[in-house]
C-alpha cells in the first residue's frame, strides 16, 4: 500500500528503491505517518511509504535521483520523545568525538560506481555517535541475545555492545538473554558487565548460548515491558532479523519506548545490501585449512580424489572465496550454480581428465549444491529444522560414493577417495584478528543508533562505510537474489593480491585465437571453462591490464569476450 504526500523541501522522506526483481508477494499494512524533526534536506515532492512493509517496489526520488533508505526512529510514533546532550561530550576519553559527530545530513551510497548523469541512486544514514541521544544513561536497561547458528565473532559482538555502553555512555544495567529467543521468556537472565565479557571474545561460539525457533512476538514484547527493557540487540541471521521486525513492530504498536537493533549474523555471508558478514573471513581461513589437508593426501598416492565439504546452505561465498584463496581447488560445486555428472561436459569426465593430467583432483563442494540430485536418489522428503530452514541431506558423502562406484565399476579405474567435512569446525573457532576489529565497529555502531534513538535497523558497511540499514531492507528475499546473481551467476570480479579475477565468460584458447569458440559450457558457471576446443582452465583466469587471462597452472594466454553486467 503507499500513499503520495507533498512536501516542503526542508522535510525528510522514508522511501523504498526501485528493484528489478522477481515477483515477490508483499503485504500491506496501515500507514501511519508522524511528525518528526527534520533530519535530512531533500529537494522537491516525494513520496512517503509504509516503513512497516516488507518493499515497496516504487521508490521516491527528487530530482537527481536520490533516494533515501530511511530507518524508523522512535519520535515516529513517540513525537514528544526529549532528546539529551550526547554523554560522550561531557568524556576525556572520547573527547575526540566532539569533533567527529556525525552529522544528520550524512549518508551512504549504495552505489559508488556511476556513470556521468545517471541518478544519485540508493541511500542509507551513516553509522556512528550523534550530537544529542535520546536515552538517559541511568534510564537504559539493555538487553542483548544470540540466536541461530554458531559464528566466529559473536562474542567479540556480545563484549563490545557491553563494553561501549558501559565506557562510552555510561550505562550499567545489561542484560544477557540466554538460549535465544524463547530464553526472554523461558530462562533467567544474566548481568552482564564489562569485567564479566572481559575475555569472552577470545574464545568461540557464544556465550549466551543460543537457539533455533522459539520466536513468540507477543511473548517476548510482554516480558520486554515487564522487565522495563528499552534496549534490544539482536544478534542473528535472515530468520532472526525478520523476528527483530516483528518485534519492532509490536513495540510501536504498544507505544513503548523500545530501540530494537541488529547485528546481522551468518558465516554463510548471505546478508543483503552489506558488504559481508562478520565471521566469513574467520571461516574463509579456517576452511583453507582443509583445502590443504586434501590436497596433501591427494598429492601422497596415485589418482587420489579429494572432496572437502564447506558451509552454504543457499549461496556459495564460502566455498567460493576458499577456493580462490586456495589456488589448490580444480572444481567448485555451489548451490547457485547447477551441476550434472555424466555426459560431455559432466563432473566425470572432467575428473577423469585431470586425473589423466595430475594423477589427482581436488573439489570443494558447499552442502546446498546438488541438493536435488541426492533428494532423488534417495527419496527423501522434505524435513525443517525449528528455524524453518530446510534439512539439507550429506551431499559430500553421497557425491564421493557416486564417483567412487563410477570409476570402480563403469571406467574399471581405481581411484583414492579422500572425504573431508569441516562443516562445523570452521564457525567453532574464535575469530581472526579482521573479523575482531569488524565486529567491535558493528557493535560500537549498533550501540550509537539505539542511544540515538533509531529503532528496527541492522548495521552493517556499504561500500566500506558503516550505516544503518531497515530490518526490511536487509531481509527481502529478491535483494540476496539479486546479490547472488550479480556476483555468482553472471560475471565475478574479485580482488586477489592486486590481480582481478574474472569468471563466467566467453573464452578462446591461446592456440585458436582466430576461431570462434563456442559459449562456455561449464560443470558450474563459477570455475571450470570448455569449448569447443580440448581445453578446460584450471580454477580460474587471472585478467591482467591488457584485457588477457592466464590460467592458473597452464599458463596459457588467450584474449576473452567479457560479458556485461546487468
Known sequence: MELSVAFPPAKPCISASKFQAPPTKLYSRSIKIHSRPPLLRLKGAIRAHDADQALSLSGATDDDGFVLEDVPHLTNFLPDLPSYPNPLQKSNAYAIVKQTFVSPEDVVAQKIVVQKGSPRGVHFRRAGPREKVFFR??????????????????????????CGLNYMYGVDDILGIEGGYRGFYSKNTLQLTPKVVNNIHKHGGTFLQTSRGGHDTKKIVDNIQDREINQVYIIGGDGTQKGAALIYREVEERGLPVAVAGIPKTIDNDIAVIDKSFGFDTAVEEAQRAINAAHVEVESVENGVGIVKLMGRYSGFIAMYATLASRDVDCCLIPESPFYLEGQGGLYEFIEQRLKENSHVVLVLAEGAGQEYVAQSMHAINEKDASGNRLLLDVGLW???????????????AISMKYIDPTYMIRAVPSNASDNVYCTLLAQSAVHGAMAGYTGFTVGPVNSKHAYIPIAVSTVPFLLWFRINYFLCRILYIEVLGLWTLTNFHFRPAEALETTCNKNECINNLLIFSCNEPFMGRLSCVVNGNGLAACHRNHKYSQIDRQDVG
Open 137 to 162: 544513561s541511568e534510564e537504559v536497561r539493555a538487553c542483548i541475545v544470540t540466536c541461530g547458528g554458531l559464528c566466529p565473532g559473536i562474542n567479540t559482538v556480545i563484549r563490545e555492545i557491553v
Open 399 to 413: 557425491l564421493s560414493q557416486k564417483i567412487k562406484d563410477h570409476f570402480t565399476n563403469t571406467r574399471k579405474m
